[in-house]
């Protein structure tokens, strides 16, 4: 049984920083798949960026530069640190995982992941 849990978000000003969370507990594939997606208000869930377990990782265009990703394979956790942030990336932010890997199009698509978590939610105001 596969479990996903954030922990890291807040509410900063525009410009501030965060750093996320996530650990899968009870994932023993050696082959694997993360990601971080969020949902504003009204809108439908996207991708921010996916990572394999080894290593290599996408970011929608909308945050590269100002967001990182890292992740300590041996505790399954996933970190993301989030700076120069903007009111746009207001949203509950979600972290998801898969068997294997992620494939081309699991950025676009989160209904490749089969296990999330609660969420937790980023609020940048202006």
């Known amino acids: 049984q596969v479990h996903v849990e954030e922990s890291g978000g807040g509410s900063v000003q525009a410009g501030g920083s965060l750093n996320l969370s996530c650990v899968a507990s009870?994932?023993?594939?050696?082959?694997?798949?993360m990601g971080w997606f969020r949902q504003a208000p009204a809108k439908e869930r996207e991708g921010v960026v996916i990572?394999?377990?080894?290593?290599?990782?996408r970011f929608v265009d909308s945050v590269k530069g100002r967001f990182t990703i890292s992740q300590d394979n041996a505790r399954n956790r996933l970190y993301l640190q989030m700076n120069s942030l903007k009111p746009e990336d207001t949203a509950m932010y979600y972290c998801?995982?898969?068997?294997?890997?992620?494939?081309?199009?699991?950025?676009?698509?989160?209904?490749?992941?089969?296990?999330w978590g609660q969420g937790t939610q980023v609020t940048v105001s202006s």
């Open positions: 009870g994932f023993t594939d050696s082959s694997h798949c």
């Open positions: 990572i394999e377990s080894a290593g290599t990782y």
């Open positions: 998801a995982a898969k068997r294997f890997s992620c494939g081309w199009d699991s950025l676009w698509r989160p209904q490749n992941f089969a296990y």
